[in-house]
């Protein structure tokens, strides 16, 4: 399993760009150099923490060094998480996250400007998230962050364009990295996971040089006339609304009779019975007599009680409109089963 930062170097070295990388451990810098040397790369490195700020400075030094003041493209991939309730996070959590994700991208953009202004084509392309799109669980600090970087990528990217550098966001949604792995050792969190996966259109996480080739597109000549942009590469997660959010199992069963009781738990079926109970409703009422019935109607429903739902039925059958209340209860009854289904469904 490999990072979206070796993929992002793998796939700009094999378009034949010159890539300067960095990493906080020196030994697994001097492996990975070897190894893309060996396959005929042009890969450099620095050993760099890109928490501290002097740390990035020299970095860009000798960036400058290298490629003799100027630069075509700035990578931003640097980024962690913490994965915690709101409630529960430290001040320690909030700079961490902060400056790992936000400060560092930021300066490092700042240092690279004047770089990426002298090349006369400069591209910025920030590692976003789905969480900085949509509210995901466990990780509002974090989701902060990188909607903040949504931001930033769109400023830049009017701020800079007289400058000839465009500047864009991938924000990659669930992907197959050691930062994914960390996040689900965790029991519940994997759990939470597998849910979340199973709510994307296409059910499954993304593989890092799935990221790493839009990354690729966006700093290409091709893209030359794309800026201040966030893509969201995620299977669909963002876009998905209300559709796709039961077990994978059911997603991809056969479609079943649609008279069948188990069809309550389709979110289609739901739809359906809560259609009919609320035209029946609308009739019924409309109806003179029936407005009598409004009443201990409103009562049942506040009080959700299903016993009390049944008694009330029973008594009602033996009134003498009962056909017609027979027709609400069985209504109201496939609402509210079809409504207890589902919903145990979508908090699984
Ligand atoms: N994986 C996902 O599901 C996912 C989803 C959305 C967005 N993203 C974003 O994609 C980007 C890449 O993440 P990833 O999934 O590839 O995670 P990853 O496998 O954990 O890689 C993150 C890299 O950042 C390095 N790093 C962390 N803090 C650093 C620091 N202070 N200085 C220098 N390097 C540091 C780590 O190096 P060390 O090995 O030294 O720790 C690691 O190589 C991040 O911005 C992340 O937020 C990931």
């Known amino acids: 399993m490999v990072s979206q930062g070796y993929a992002i170097v793998e796939e700009l070295a094999e378009f ?16 990975r150099i070897k190894e893309w040397e060996n396959k005929g790369f042009k890969v450099s490195g620095s050993v760099c923490d890109l928490q501290v700020r002097a740390d990035r400075e020299k970095l860009m030094e000798t960036v400058s060094l290298m490629f003799d003041g100027k630069l075509n493209v700035l990578v931003n991939n640097v980024g962690t998480a913490i994965i915690k309730e709101s409630t529960e996070f430290t001040a320690e959590d909030f700079s961490a996250l902060t400056i790992t994700n936000l400060e560092s991208a930021y300066h490092l953009s700042q240092l690279a400007y004047p770089l990426l202004k002298a090349s006369g084509n400069g591209s910025i392309v920030f590692i976003s998230s789905a969480a900085g799109v949509i ?8 989701a902060a962050t990188k909607g903040a970087i949504n931001q930033v990528t769109k400023n830049l990217a009017c701020e800079w364009a007289k400058d000839d550098i465009r500047v864009n966001a991938v ?19 994997n759990e939470i996971m597998n849910h979340l996966i199973s709510r994307i259109p296409i059910p499954r996480a993304g593989q890092p040089n799935e990221i790493s080739s839009v ?14 942009q966030v893509y969201c ?17 059911d997603l991809h069963s056969p479609v079943q009779s649609s008279s069948s009781i188990r069809d309550l738990g389709s979110p289609s079926s739901f739809s359906f019975s809560l259609q009919v109970f609320t035209l029946q409703v ?32 029973a008594s009602a059958f033996k009134s003498s409109t009962s056909s017609i209340i027979a027709r609400l209860l069985l209504c109201f009854f496939l609402a509210v089963a079809g409504l207890l289904h589902y919903s145990r469904d979508i908090t699984l």
């Open 16 to 31: 034949g760009a010159t890539v300067h990388t960095c990493s906080r451990n020196q030994t697994e810098l001097n492996d």
């Open 135 to 142: 509210a995901l669980p466990l990780c509002s600090v974090y």
């Open 171 to 189: 924000a990659p949604g669930i992907t197959r990295t050691p930062l994914k792995r960390a996040i689900t050792e965790d029991f519940k969190n």
């Open 215 to 228: 990354v690729a597109f966006l700093c290409l000549p091709t893209a030359s006339y794309i800026t201040g």
């Open 233 to 249: 590469v995620d299977g669909g997660f963002t876009v998905n609304g209300f559709l796709f959010g039961l077990p994978i199992r």
């Open 282 to 313: 609308f009739n019924l009422f409309n109806h003179r007599d029936l407005l009598l019935f409004n009443q201990p109607l409103q009562a049942l429903v506040q009080s959700s009680s299903i016993r009390d739902l049944l008694q009330f039925s």
